[in-house]
């Protein structure tokens, strides 16, 4: 057996109070996690990177679980026998807001929630569940528990880097991945001496260094700062629209691909205030590889940057960031952007056969990607 799979239900009860949608009549949520345990050895897991890493129970296999939702008629006999899941972005229920014109929740229970009962009344069995391990518990939010990947049983720790802007005065405290849904890399040490942390107004401005005594690896409770390997602490405040750069030794900063580098959204949002030829650099560092996100909206990586990434040997993936069906017709667009860069198939990571993008996955886990 390769998969052991058990479902743990928490809460089960009469979705919307028991309102009856057509011929499908009522509706019941349940959630709960569901716990995995697979095997490491197996081949229908090699493509997971560091999988052989992670520490192993005592049947040897790994395990870790999930967040799930459902929203299933109560007699399955008058549903349709389909299943409609929501990939969901970064943990959020979205399907009802967009099919149902309903109120979003991510916890949907009341006749509310269920907005114009379009999908209910068509008899489908909705369902949600994590699938990012980087999100944050709360607001709802669908999540994983991971294994920590070892390196011979030590935690594998590296240099990452952090980078913060915020919109408003009086920001004291950030989370050091930059927001509240998703999980920071631990810092190994909360001395400042052990970190640079800069701030600069420009994204061509020289770094300014802030001094160790300036701030501190804290979050505030009740007022007052308290240590925290998750947080960065400035006293004096963030200033509203400038660049705050923190490099700091993190345990588990394993990443295998990058993607979203500039975050700009063409024609609404620019890019992030970033040099994104150092961000480049430490890719090519790292081994670590660069999505081309071939949404027209976004085209991100800019294709006149592909040409430093290449000459760096940093590799591209072209992603379609696809949200629905058609969307999948991107692909076609990323591979002009590629070229218009002058990337070559050699350059694209999904480019390679199968058996050989195993052996790029393996190298990550070997640490011989860079």
């Known amino acids: 057996m390769e998969t052991e799979i058990r479902f743990k239900i928490r809460h089960r009860e009469t979705f919307a109070d028991g309102e009856s949608f057509g011929n499908t009549g009522h509706y019941e949520r349940i959630a709960g996690e569901i716990r ?14 560091d999988l ?48 149902n014109d309903a109120v979003h929740s991510n916890t949907p229970s009341t006749t509310e929630h269920a907005g114009n009962g379009f999908l209910m009344r068509r008899g489908y069995s909705l369902v949600w569940s994590g699938w990012q391990g980087d999100i944050m518990p709360g607001d709802g939010r669908q999540t994983m528990r991971l294994p920590i990947a070892t390196e011979n ?10 980078e913060f802007i915020v919109d408003e005065h009086g920001v004291l405290s950030m989370p050091l991945s930059a927001n509240g849904y998703t ?3 631990e810092a190994i040490s909360t001395d400042t001496r052990d970190a640079t942390f ?36 400035l006293p004096r405040g963030f200033k509203p629209g400038w660049i705050y750069e923190l490099v700091y030794t993190a345990k588990n900063p394993n990443v295998h691909m990058l993607g ?33 996100n071939a949404n027209p909206y976004r085209f991100d990586l800019d294709w006149r940057l592909w040409q430093h990434a290449k000459a760096k040997g940093v590799k591209c993936v072209i992603n379609t960031d696809a949200h629905r069906n058609e969307h999948a017709g991107f692909l076609r667009l990323g591979t ?16 390679l056969p199968l058996p050989k993008l195993r052996k790029e996955l393996a190298k990550k886990r070997t640490g011989k990607s860079k």
């Open 153 to 162: 049983g030590e935690e594998i720790t590296g240099v990452t880097r952090s």
């Open 52 to 99: 052989k890493h992670a520490p192993r129970n005592d049947h040897g296999f790994v395990e870790f679980a999930t967040d799930f939702y459902i929203l299933k008629p109560a007699d399955l006999a008058l549903g349709n026998r389909r299943l409609l899941y929501d990939v969901n972005n970064r943990g959020a229920l979205r399907m009802l807001q967009f099919f």
């Open 36 to 49: 995995f345990a697979v095997d490491p050895d197996s081949d229908a897991y090699s493509m997971v990177v």
């Open 260 to 292: 979203h580098l500039s975050g700009r959204l063409l024609l609404e949002r620019g890019p992030q205030k970033l040099t994104q030829q150092t961000v480049i650099d430490a890719c090519a560092a790292t081994g670590t590889w660069l999505e081309l």
């Open 183 to 185: 999980s920071s890399y």
């Open 336 to 351: 002009g952007i590629a070229r218009k860069g002058w990337l070559t198939a050699a350059d694209v990571i999904n480019t």
């Open 198 to 233: 800069t701030m600069r107004e420009y994204e061509s401005d020289q770094r300014q260094p802030i001094a160790d005594d300036d701030w501190a690896f804290a979050r505030l409770q009740n007022g007052r700062p308290i240590p925290s390997a998750f947080h960065c602490h």
